[in-house]
């Protein structure tokens, strides 16, 4: 295989010349800008999303809520990294922690950052956060607290991966959707099909 | 199946294409379907002129020094924890893949959405090997159902009607069920695809998916979808593939975000797909999910020899699909009329520099180069500027027709003979102008047969432009 490498790069190298390495337009130039929650609200439901704006302490309570206006069962699973909630608030909510199932209807999955300018949530996958959760249930419930929103996407990009890239940096921006079927727009094809944010604040 | 080199050809293929009433009923939705999309993303979206230059300047910059980004790239994914291969041809591609599945035991591999593997026949390779490959995007496991192949690159099944896939679904699903399901909407074949495929997501031991582009500075692969089928075919499976071709790294993740912003914009309309996943090796060692090797087969096919010559800018292509939703001819024909695996104008500009001239020449003639594609291509790839690249190799290796060369001989030789050239068509315009009586306009011309065959052909105004021109000053 390596014979396949020297035969390609060299004859990239024979058409473009050896040259000095170009310094590539660093990523890690763009700061952490901060970005306007309003505006970050108004693109995730343009994507499809509900959103909730509500205090960081609020979070079990908005969570009943939202499954018993949706008609779901009082049962969800939580990513480990929001299992200090204070879940036990809501003693009729079923909560299971870790990696979610065919059989989970719903999960509440965190958002490590939101990005104002496309109306994306951005999950940084880590032992505590699975990425799992994110796509197999029907209804995912993402939790992002306001001040982690920020302007644009190379701000997201180097936030995201400040020290070492994780294996997953998703960018989810409104539930999942085809338009597979005579070019119609439908909701819930592999991914969630519903995608409740809250937005928390201090 | 794409196997081997066959390449069904135009003439033939688009006139089956426009006697088609089931490719015609879904290519009229073309119009309120992605053309309306884009153009109002792009209204809605100020900054769409500077967002396409930045976009055209990272991949620029990419290919000047294509060699150094992929060598950047195979050294941040190895520190990563990942392995990359190269192979030149499909067919080491091919093995590659089959290798690295067969030494681990994979019986089931679970795929998301990838022109590269049509481009090298994976599927029908790995089901000889006794390998179940299971598509999972909607468009692919709609074809693969069906035996077909994509006819869009983004929309792989936009040929088929509802009608066809309810049959299709009938057919394939209803054997192990007792009731069959609701089959009335759009939205319940969705439903209905996606209880199907929930557990073959799990079944799989493998995954496999294509790359929208390759990130030097950090050794990552991007997958930019929207129904989620590619998140869960590389997070669930203990090890995931992609397969990519070369001159789809990109130096920096910033260079990323300008291909973004027109990617999705272009192809369905979005702002921004419902997903954009960064995958950088393997699960870490605290994580409690994704595969555990992570494996990036590099492709060339033929596109390292491209740069240099006037086609290289086909290599800033991002797969958007815009050029093939705004082609007239695309509209007529469809996909598969093209022959090969890329249809619509950017598969008559790539096609030849994959396949050769010989193979593919109908397909940079399949084009009025009324030049829709390269007003919206986010990527400013002259598409037009390409065909004519292609037809003039086409000529001079001589494989047009011996019609076709003595008309162009003619014409060459009026075209520098300004004098003659305008005494000729002068003398044309008025004779035909007097010839043609009331009606104004010819049911039968002599060397306009191919067009009076399906279409009247219109009397000329009685003299040429430049004589009215000169009248006029």
Partial sequence: ?202 | MFDGREIVQFPEASVRALGDENLQAALRLLGEGFQARRTDAVERFSEFEDARDAAVDAKTRTLRRLHQHLENFEARCQEQGGVVHWAETPADARQIVLELLTSRGVRVLSKGKTMVAEEIGLNGFLEKHDIEVVETDLGEYIIQLAEEVPSHIIAPAIHKTMPQVVELFRQHHDQHKAEPFPRHTPADLVAEARAVLRRRFLEADAGLTGANFLVAETGSSVIVTNEGNGDLTQTLPRLHIVLATIEKVVPTLADGAAILRVLARSATGQDMSAYTTISTGPRRSTDIDGPSEYHVVLLDNGRSSLLGTPAEEVLRCIRCGACMNHCPVYGAVGGHAYGWVYPGPIGAALTPALLGVEAARHLPNASSLCGRCEEVCPMRIPLPKIFRYWRAKEHEARLNTVRARLALALWGWLAAHPRLYRLGTGAAMWILSRLAGRSRRYRNLVLANGWTRSRDFPAPAGRTFLNSWNRRS
């Fill in chain 1, 1 to 202: 295989m390596s014979a396949a490498r020297e035969r390609i790069l060299g004859r990239l190298r024979d058409r473009l010349g050896e040259g000095s390495q170009e310094s590539p337009h660093p990523s890690a130039a763009a700061s952490a800008r901060a970005g306007d929650v309003g505006v970050f609200c108004r693109r995730l439901e343009a994507a499809g999303a509900t959103v909730e704006r509500i205090p960081e302490d609020a979070v079990p309570q908005a969570v009943a809520q939202y499954l018993t206006q949706r008609n779901l069962a009082a049962r969800v699973r939580v990513s480990p990294a929001l299992a200090k909630l204070g879940w036990d608030a809501e003693p009729l909510l079923e909560t299971a922690f870790g990696i979610a199932d065919l059989d989970d209807a719903a999960a509440v999955v965190p958002a490590n950052l939101g990005v104002a300018e496309t109306g994306s949530l951005v999950h940084v996958s880590a032992g505590d956060n699975p990425t799992t959760n994110h796509f197999l249930p029907d209804h995912a419930i993402a939790v992002v607290a306001e001040d982690a929103v920020c302007a644009d996407l190379e701000a997201a990009f180097s936030a995201a991966s400040v020290s070492a890239m994780p294996r997953t940096v998703c960018l989810i921006t409104g539930p999942s959707r085809t338009g597979d079927i005579e070019q119609r727009i439908e909701l819930g094809a592999h991914g969630p099909r519903s995608l409740h944010v809250l937005v928390t604040r201090k």
